[in-house]
């Protein structure tokens, strides 16, 4: 049973009280009478969560991206370049059916359990048959997750008995599912670990499955090697960068800037130097996919229309393919995700999937679907002009929108653009619109609540409104960042303004929501539990709100328009929607201004209100984020308005049942 039932009633309605009170005072609040039905609402909604939910969410999906060995770390030490003893560490079994219910709340469909496979770090697991890692070749101590040392077994650091550490993950598995939730694991088929090494040697895994163990180290290239080699020369540690030694300078018996390796392979963001630079990718290696060191293909290639065939297509031509045509590689990675799919993994996010042909994608994806059709795919992928060659050719079921919609929100809140570009690039994506994944944190990019993005949680609300609501597309929500995580803590290797995934490291506003493993903020501010209140309700409507699901209207431009002639009181700092389907009509209207209360008129256009079959007449119209009916639409001769007031940061998704 969920933590939040042993509180009594009154003591529940207290703490959402005084957590709407400090929310709504910080400006991002509607109207001061809404306040106790958005606390009535948070106290069903905390309270419906409370029982144990099996069941899985119907809508669009919502990803909450979990960097496993923080999340359950309760240790509060966050010495820099502390060991795993010091700081701390988080478990498999932190992730509790009250954890995982937790985690629901959000609205999650997917845990993405990030740095899950076996990868490279400090710390002595030899009495598990695990060879040591050389900090000369690890970033920090706790190591990179994109660094993986063995595909077919997880990470013992985050087992309570390492001996075990699969059948600990295989039970994370279970649990997630049985508490109706999708399980998410990196795969990163562009490079491996410097000394990738599968140890386990149960007969039922493949027999050729160490990378590199059949190479022939006398060429640079080999359709068949899994690496690309620098023949005669020996690989050279880096020169330290910044003066960033390994592990802080610490004495440690490998750390002597040597690491045995010859011949020297290609590092892993290609670097072709057998002494890469400190900023390469200088901890893992190149994999070959068959494509030649002049970039040319020694694979097969899709046939002329194959961007408008189903996966099932894709899969029967691999397979009418001679075996001798497909690279080493491809069959090594087509085996390690058959192996995790077996364990129940439900999908795959495939880190830089754009260093990799995308024919292999198409091998491997449509593989993918053959045994399970519903498996989840996300793809890193940051070429615009390469997008569509990923879905329709590579088969994936998601890309990140970073480069257009991610990066034109931060400049909003930036105040280096206006809103209208926001219309501009949805406009890039109409036709894959539901394949770009949206975000405002995961792993690689800064915390919200940091100076260099947005200042404060609640200067991103806005556009975290905008990013869930303004597509069919998924949702990706960072762990920490519903309680406004700032990332600030000095790790190590990592810096500040991002969570360090190279270090042992407490997450400190998450523990202090964690409480513990009650999960229930009972350590929080008030301001952090109206943020998770607040990010309850928006992503929740993912699965509540039908019309998320249908078709985008965009008004922005109507309105921008008329404003010049009419002064309506929109302006640059505004972007206004609509969201439809045959039962819902959605009108989402944010304000990103941190000082400026706006009034204003919206209009609507005849061609919305046709769509919509909306004839003339008054409709009220209920604010989603809070359920009050705080205005109306008034349609007129065919042209539809609504006369709203939006404090600063205060956004609105309007709704009428049809």
Known sequence: MHTLSRINKPQLRTSV??????????????????IDNH?????????????????????????YQVFTR????????????????????????????????????????????????????INDYTDYGISNDDPDVVKGRAGSPYAVKDYYNVNPDLADDPANRLNEFE??????????????????????ARRYESIDQSSSL??????????????EYAKNNNFYYIVDQAFQVPDSHQGKQPLGGERHPLSDKLFEESPAKWTGNGSRLAKPDANDWYETVKVN????????????????????????????????QLPTAIPDSWIKFKDITEFWLAKGVDGFRYDMAEMVPVEFWSYLNSNIKHINPDAFLL??????????????LGKMDYLYDKVDLYDTLKDIIHGKTATSQIAVDQAKVADIEEHMLHFLENHDEQRINTTDFAGSPEAALPAMV?????????TLLYFGQDVGEKGAENAGFGQATRTSIFDYVGVPAHQRWMNNGKFDGGQSTEAEKSLRAYYQTLLNLSHTASALSGEYFELDTHNRDASVATKNGYSDKLFAFSRYDENQFIVVISNFSQQEATDLTLSLPKALLKAVSLTDGVYKMTDLLTTEEQTEMTVNQDVGTISITLKPLQSSVLMIEL
């Open 466 to 474: 905008v990013s869930t609501t303004i597509s069919r597309s998924p």
């Open 39 to 63: 606390i009535a609402e948070s106290e069903d909604k905390l309270h419906d969560t409370a029982q144990h939910n099996t069941s899985a969410l119907t809508g669009k999906p919502v990803i």
């Open 17 to 34: 009280l005084a957590s709407a009170l400090v929310f709504f005072a910080a400006g991002c609040s509607h109207s001061s009478t809404s």
């Open 171 to 192: 039970s994370l598995i279970l649990r997630t599912h049985n508490n109706g939730m999708k399980v998410v694991i990196d795969i990163v088929p562009n490079h491996v």
């Open 70 to 121: 923080l999340y359950g770390n309760t240790n509060t030490t966050n010495k820099p370049w502390g060991t795993i003893d010091e700081n701390g560490v988080g478990k498999f079994s932190d992730f509790t059916d009250v954890a995982l219910q937790d985690i629901k709340s959000l609205g999650t469909t997917h845990v993405w359990y990030t740095g899950v496979p076996h990868h490279a770090l």
């Open 289 to 320: 996919y068959g494509v030649k060191p002049d970039g040319s293909y020694d694979f097969p290639t899709l046939p002329e229309g194959f961007n408008k065939k189903p996966p099932a297509e894709h899969y029967l031509f691999w397979q009418s």
């Open 206 to 219: 493949p027999s050729h499955r160490n990378f590199g163990q059949n190479d022939d180290t006398n060429v």
């Open 379 to 392: 793809a890193e992928v940051y070429n615009p002009s390469l997008y569509r060659d990923y879905i329709h």
